[in-house]
């Protein structure tokens, strides 16, 4: 004697995607927009048509945090040219000390950086040796323009795959 099998409604599973809410998504249109970074908690809640009860319960769940992380990333990925060619104006006017946080945010920065030396040739930079701003700013601007030219050439040869 056979066993029939019994007809049983399957429950849909439960997506494991983080969706943040209504008032998330607003929450985070403000967050994500330039315009509104220094402005209070109020003020962006605020904008955002939200209390700041939202606010803080968003930010005390771990998977509004990682979402919040991965959009902030992917805008600064959208802009890394832009970003690299204004940290160059920026760093061949003295001004450097952006650059280590831009790079640091991008995984490419190490406390013990080597730099190239006026003509190009990898160097160590010790503790003890201290570089004026300008010559700091000259050899990061160096760094940044090779960065760019490697990127080119690596999209290059991806294009060169792809069209083969």
Same mark, same amino acid.
């Given at each position: 004697?056979? &066993?029939? @099998?019994?007809?049983?409604?399957?429950?849909?599973?439960?997506?494991?995607?983080?969706?943040?809410?209504?008032?998330? @998504?607003? =929450?985070?249109?403000?967050?994500?927009?330039? !315009?509104?970074?220094?402005? *209070?908690?109020?003020?962006? #809640? /605020?904008?955002?048509? #939200?209390?700041?009860?939202?606010?803080?319960?968003?930010?005390?769940?771990?998977?509004?945090?990682?979402?919040?992380?991965?959009? *902030?990333?992917? %805008?600064?990925?959208?802009?890394? *040219?832009?970003?690299?060619?204004?940290?160059? $104006?920026?760093? =061949?006017?003295?001004?450097?000390?952006?650059?280590?946080?831009?790079?640091?945010?991008?995984?490419?920065?190490? !406390? $013990?950086?080597?730099?190239?030396?006026?003509?190009?040739?990898?160097?160590?930079?010790? /503790?003890?040796?201290? %570089?004026?701003?300008?010559?700091?700013?000259?050899?990061?601007?160096?760094? =940044?323009?090779?960065?760019? +030219?490697? @990127?080119?050439?690596? +999209? %290059?040869? !991806?294009?060169? &795959?792809?069209?083969?």
């Amino acid at each position: 004697m056979k &066993k029939s @099998k019994k007809h049983t409604k399957k429950t849909p599973q439960k997506s494991t995607t983080y969706r943040p809410t209504l008032a998330e @998504k607003r =929450l985070l249109e403000v967050l994500l927009d330039p !315009d509104h970074r220094l402005k *209070s908690v109020t003020d962006i #809640c /605020g904008v955002a048509k #939200c209390d700041r009860h939202v606010y803080y319960t968003a930010f005390n769940k771990p998977a509004f945090v990682d979402y919040y992380t991965k959009e *902030s990333k992917a %805008l600064i990925k959208k802009a890394h *040219s832009g970003i690299i060619n204004a940290s160059i $104006r920026q760093a =061949l006017q003295g001004d450097a000390a952006h650059t280590k946080i831009l790079l640091t945010m991008a995984g490419d920065y190490a !406390d $013990r950086q080597i730099f190239p030396d006026k003509h190009g040739n990898p160097q160590p930079v010790a /503790g003890d040796i201290i %570089l004026n701003p300008i010559e700091k700013a000259t050899r990061i601007a160096f760094i =940044l323009q090779r960065a760019i +030219e490697n @990127k080119k050439k690596a +999209e %290059l040869l !991806d294009n060169k &795959k792809d069209g083969q």
